[in-house]
C-alpha cells in the first residue's frame, strides 16, 4: 500500500497481522507518504525463498524492494516484531528515525527461550500443518479468544480481518516461518548503536541517552488498531519535535 504524499514513513506489521493491521493509522498521518506491505509469506505477499524468513534476510530482501521501488523511507514504524525488523533494517538503510509499537526486543526466558523456537520449526517443517492450524483456529470464537489475549479490544472489521488471515494457511505457513527463523541475538548485541535489550520498553529509553519512550495508558499490544488518533498523535508530535531523546526508539 502506498498513500500520501510527503516525507516516506514505512510501517511494519508483526508476525500474523498483515498491512491491514495500520488500516487506522494510515489516514491518520496526513501530511506523509505511508508506505505499508506485507511482510513475505504473510498478509497478501508470496513467500520467496522459505529460507529467508529470518530477521535478517527479511531485512536484505526488504531493502532491495524499497530501493527498486523508490520508496526509500526517511522514518520507519514497526510494531511488535516489526520493530525489531525496522532496527535491522537501519543497519542497510539510512534512516532518520525507527519508531516502534509495542517492540518486541526481548527474548524468551528460561527454558522457553530454547523450546520455543525448536517448536517453531518442528511446526513449520511438519507438511499440512499450517492447513491443520487455520482449518482449527480459523473460526471467530477462536480469533476473537486470540486477540483478548493480547490486551486489545477491536470493532467487527478489526476481528473480521484477523479472521480472514488465520483462515489462509499460506499466511499460517508464513508466520510459522518466520517464528522459526526469528532470531534478534545478534541484532542486540549491536545494542550500543541503537538500544539495549530490555524487558520493557522503559527500561530501554531510560538506559540510552538516544532513546525516548511514550507511554498511552489504557490500550493493549494491539495499540495502534484500538486507538490510531491517539498513537497517531504520539507520532507526529515526536516528529515534529523529537526532543529530548531525538533517538530511535519510541
Not at 488471515?165 to 499466511?171: D, E, G, P
Amino acid at each position: 500500500m502506498d498513500h500520501g504524499s510527503g516525507p516516506k514513513l514505512l510501517l511494519l506489521h508483526g508476525a500474523g497481522a498483515s498491512g491491514h493491521s495500520f488500516r487506522h493509522l494510515i489516514p491518520a498521518l496526513p501530511g506523509y507518504r505511508v508506505i505499508v506491505p506485507d511482510l513475505p509469506g504473510q498478509g497478501f505477499t508470496r513467500a520467496g525463498s522459505r529460507s529467508r524468513f529470518g530477521i535478517e534476510p527479511m531485512a536484505e530482501d526488504l531493502a532491495q524492494l524499497l530501493a527498486q521501488k523508490d520508496w526509500l523511507p526517511e522514518v520507519v514504524i514497526g510494531h511488535s516484531a516489526g520493530a525489531a525488523l525496522a532496527l535491522q533494517l537501519s543497519t542497510l538503510i539510512p534512516l532518520r528515525a525507527v519508531i516502534g509499537i509495542n517492540a518486541a526486543l526481548g527474548q524468551f526466558d528460561g527454558a522457553a527461550g530454547f523450546l520455543f523456537p525448536l517448536m517453531a520449526r518442528a511446526l513449520a517443517a511438519t507438511p499440512f500443518v499450517a492447513s491443520l492450524i487455520s482449518r482449527t483456529l480459523g473460526r471467530e470464537a477462536k480469533v476473537e479468544g486470540l486477540l483478548a489475549n493480547t490486551g486489545s479490544t477491536l470493532e467487527p472489521e478489526g476481528m473480521a480481518q484477523y479472521l480472514a488471515l488465520v483462515q489462509r494457511a499460506a499466511h499460517v505457513d508464513g508466520t510459522l516461518g518466520m517464528m522459526a527463523q526469528w532470531r534478534i541475538d545478534r541484532l542486540m548485541a549491536r545494542a550500543p548503536q541503537f538500544t539495549v535489550p530490555p524487558a520493557v520498553s522503559r527500561k530501554a529509553a531510560a538506559l540510552l541517552p538516544r532513546a525516548d519512550y511514550r507511554e498511552l495508558a489504557g490500550l493493549g499490544h494491539l495499540a495502534h488498531e484500538e486507538d490510531a488518533t491517539t498513537v497517531a498523535g504520539a507520532i507526529i508530535a515526536w516528529l515534529a519535535d523529537p526532543a529530548p531523546g531525538q533517538g530511535q526508539i519510541s
